[in-house]
């Protein structure tokens, strides 16, 4: 079982937007995902925008972009193990501690003019390889630092962090990019990470899995994969995760060729600013869509918001292709995030929810590594469609766009999901 120190709360605290703050090692963890994820999206950004000024390819703007994510193809359902082999808490401070130093040497090798593509390319593994490791960890935490009754509340509370970082990361660099030069921008990454560390090594609470003695490494290290795909309600909340983040959330390889090409932002400074203001719209957005969850608990509502918030993931990719200016572009953008937010707020929530501690960190591992594997694999592909003579971003966006509607409109032939549609949002743990 895991070694959990309960928060001293009843399971009826007044419910509230923020209420899940007053708990002082939530806090902690929402803060510091808060910093690691602004980090994160900041350092999207700028890898994307300073390869496509090195190279001019769009298809290098999708490899490291990829190249950001595929370790957690390999990583993740080790990292799944390691959360529940060993104190999360410490796992987590490594993470933070480990993507603190990659990040000090990427924003000094571009302020001495000495980065290359591969340069970025190879520490982009790295981060990626961190960072697949962190978020596994953090999301096996989580639970364990809040009250069952306020779990809910609290993922929501994580979710608008996550999704908000895309506009905290890249408004907090825009002075630099604005009025100095992109380098110095890279610094803010680092200090980002360093903040999250402080608040990391601050939390107090005990938590880990369970790991049987009687089954060797692979057998424990396959156990969340198996999870989920023997319980069906998890493998359907999964799968349509998937196809999501695929079509309609692998836009940062887009983004760079978009504000060029659509919103014709050509020189050097616009070229990293281009996918900065796209980014915030998004992060604003994301924001609003977190924060309208906060305060919805009735489980039907939010079956209902799964469905439509599916929907509109879909529709607003196709909203962006028709924009011609950075205010539209930012509005349809917003709508973007607000979308794509709500829809993977409530997909981590469910998982987590009905998940049992003793599995929860390799079921999330294993439910990370079909996400952003998918999402990872497709900034791929984007960034080389993008180099076809004729693609165009809004072809690509409407197309992968459309495709998605359709798929949430199949998807009521999946009872699982027509019951979360119909029902609500499902809250009984499985059984281990």
Known sequence: MSHIEEPQVTEDSKPGIFSSLRFSDYRRLWIATAMAQSASWALIVLRGALVYELTKSNAWVGLVTGAAMLPALFITP??????DRFDRRRLLAVTYILNLAQNLFLASIVISGNATEYHILILAIVNGSIRAVEMPTNQAILPSLIPRGQLQNAVALTQLMQQGARMMGPLLMLPFISFFSPGPAFFVSAALYAIGWLQIIGIRTTSRGVIESGKGMVSNLVEGVRYIYLHPLLLFIMLIAVFHCALTMAFETIFPFFSRSTLGLISEKQIFEGPTFLMIGVGTG???GTLLLARINDVKTRGRLFLWFGIISGLSPVLLSFTFNIPTAMVAAGLMGASTAGFMTLSHGMVQAITPDAVRGRVLGAN???VLGAMA?????????????????????TATGLIFVWIMAASFLAPHLRSIYTKGIPSTTLKV
């Not at 080790?78 to 959360?83: F, K, R, V, Y």
């Open 78 to 83: 080790l990292s799944g193990l390691m959360a």
């Open 286 to 288: 994301a924001i609003f």
């Open 368 to 370: 990370t590594w079909h």
């Open 377 to 397: 694999g497709f900034n791929l592909v984007n960034g080389q469609l993008m180099d076809l003579s004729w693609m165009s971003p809004a072809l690509l966006l």
